[in-house]
């Protein structure tokens, strides 16, 4: 990690604010802008630390946290963390962290809490902020939310090629079933539920140990993960999703030493942009900012 004294050191990587970037510092949603403005590029921040992995397997609660911290600072151009937040959430917020519980690679505590923390310090009441995945059309923070935070872990997934962000919010809908067709190519109108639509103010990409193969439903095997030690952190869920698959791409190469397309193919992420207009899935609109550890980037 680029730490000075323990702090990060921003890089001088993009000086021009995107669309989203102003949208967030106005407590706008990026996601949703209106299309008669001009969108430049979409800003996706990968932090990486080779410690945040410790020798057993468990993963440092403060090195995330510095890492997220260090992502948000960048993705707001703020000078410190806490100003960063609070261009992110407002204190009279009502604050949904829409996690993902899936046993084998969930988000993790640690990244939950995290996040929590970050809202936390823009004033935001604990009482007013829920983590859920499952429960969130019964849970009255997510019903009430006036912010949303989608935190999960990408892996490769037998219905629709990959699991990431876009589809993290499929439990919006009570019957997920429904999104299965063609490879859940339709997956981003869910963000045009009315539970979801302009409330999501971040991104987060777990990838930490992601899952680069899958032999079938809910199959999960530990040589098809590798300690990657990283989170995507940026405001456009297909641009994070894209760069995602990206890395999947080359991870999969390198294991399995030819070119190895996802199957299904993960054909929502292009989709999203092409069909739904939600954001942006071409690497040429996306602006792609390093910090910390560059070892195995693979992107």
Request: glycine letters at 8%.
């Amino acid at each position: 990690m680029n730490r000075d004294d323990g702090k990060f050191n921003r890089r001088d990587f993009i000086k021009g604010a995107s669309l989203a970037a102003l949208g967030a510092a106005m407590g706008v949603s990026p996601i949703f802008a209106d299309e008669t403005e001009t969108v430049t590029k979409s800003r996706v921040v990968l932090v990486r630390d080779k410690d945040v992995i410790r020798s057993d397997g468990s993963i440092d609660g403060d090195i995330i946290r510095r890492m997220l911290d260090g992502a948000v600072m960048e993705m707001t151009e703020a000078k410190t963390a806490g100003a960063a937040w609070k261009m992110i959430i407002k204190p009279d917020d009502t604050v949904g962290i829409k996690t993902n519980v899936w046993g084998p690679l969930p988000t993790t505590s640690q990244v939950e809490n995290a996040i929590k923390s970050g809202v936390m310090r823009t004033g935001v009441p604990e009482d007013h902020i829920a983590i859920d995945d499952r429960g969130v059309l019964d849970n009255d923070i997510f019903l009430k939310a006036t912010a949303l935070i989608n935190a999960r872990p990408l892996r490769a997934h037998h219905w629709s090629g990959v699991g990431g962000l876009l589809k993290n919010y499929i439990m919006f809908v009570p019957r997920p079933w429904e999104y299965h067709d063609d490879s859940c190519a339709d997956l981003a109108t869910l963000w045009r539920l009315p539970l979801v639509e302009g409330k999501t103010r971040l991104n987060v990409l777990v990838m930490l140990t992601p899952q680069f193969h899958c032999t079938g439903a809910h199959h999960f095997q530990k040589e098809h993960t590798w300690p990657y030690g990283g989170l995507l952190v940026g405001y456009d869920p297909v641009a994070l999703d894209a760069v995602g698959l990206r890395i999947f791409d080359a991870k999969r190469k390198q294991f399995f030493g030819k070119d190895s397309p996802l199957k299904p193919p993960a054909h929502h992420v292009a989709y999203a942009e092409s069909r739904h207009h939600l954001g942006y899935a071409d690497m040429n609109k996306i602006d792609l900012v390093r910090l910390g550890w560059d070892e195995g980037t693979l992107i």
